[in-house]
C-alpha cells in the first residue's frame, strides 16, 4: 500500500515548473530577434529595438484588443505579473526598478476615475480588479522590461528556484510572452 508521503512526493513530483520552459521560450525568442535584427550586438539593444514597435508589440496590442482564450490567458498572466510586481520591482543590474510605473494606475487612480476612464476608454481592465492606462505603447515597454528583467534574474541566479513570488514572476512571464510570440513565429520572422 503506497505511503502518504509517496503519494505526496509523486504529487510534488507532477507539478509544472517553468524556469525551464521559459528558458526555452526565451532561447526561440532570442533566436528570432538575433534573425530579424541582426546588425544588433547585446540583448539589452534588441530589447530596446522590439520596444520600438514592429511584430511583437503588434501581436501585444491583438491580445489585448481580442477576446480569444489565448488573450483571456495572456491578460490573465499580465495581471499576476503586474500584482507581483507590484510588491515588490525587479532591479537591473544598474539598481534601476523595473515596474509597471507608468502603466498601472492601482496607486494613482481612485474608484470613481477609474469607473469615468474606463467609460471615456482611458483605461483597460485586465483581470478582477487591474487597471492598466489605455497607451499600448507604455504598457508594452514595460512589460518587455519586466520580462527581460525575469529573464535576467534568471540567467544570473538572482532567483531561489524554491522561492513562491520567483515562480509567479517566472511563470507568468511564460504565458505572457509565449501568446505575444506565437502568431509572430508562427508566421515566419519578418
Known sequence: MPSIRGISN?????????????????L????????????IRTDADAIREIKMGGQIKDS?????????????????????????????????????????????????????????????????????????ISNTEILFRETIDVIYQVRCHLIHGAFDIEDRRAKRLVKNSYIVLEKILKPVIAGGPE
Open 10 to 26: 509523486w504529487y510534488e513530483s507532477a507539478q509544472i515548473e517553468y524556469f525551464t520552459p521559459f528558458m526555452k521560450l526565451w
Open 28 to 39: 526561440c525568442f532570442n533566436s528570432w530577434y538575433k534573425h530579424v535584427f541582426p546588425r
Open 60 to 132: 501585444f496590442s491583438n491580445l489585448l484588443d481580442s477576446t480569444s482564450e489565448d488573450a483571456k490567458e495572456f491578460k490573465k498572466a499580465l495581471s499576476i505579473l503586474i500584482q507581483e510586481i507590484r510588491l515588490g520591482p525587479l532591479e537591473d543590474m544598474s539598481g534601476i526598478e523595473i515596474c509597471f510605473r507608468e502603466s498601472d494606475i492601482a496607486v494613482t487612480y481612485t474608484k470613481r476615475k477609474i469607473t469615468s476612464e474606463l467609460q471615456s476608454n482611458g483605461i483597460i481592465q485586465l483581470e478582477g480588479e487591474i487597471y492598466v
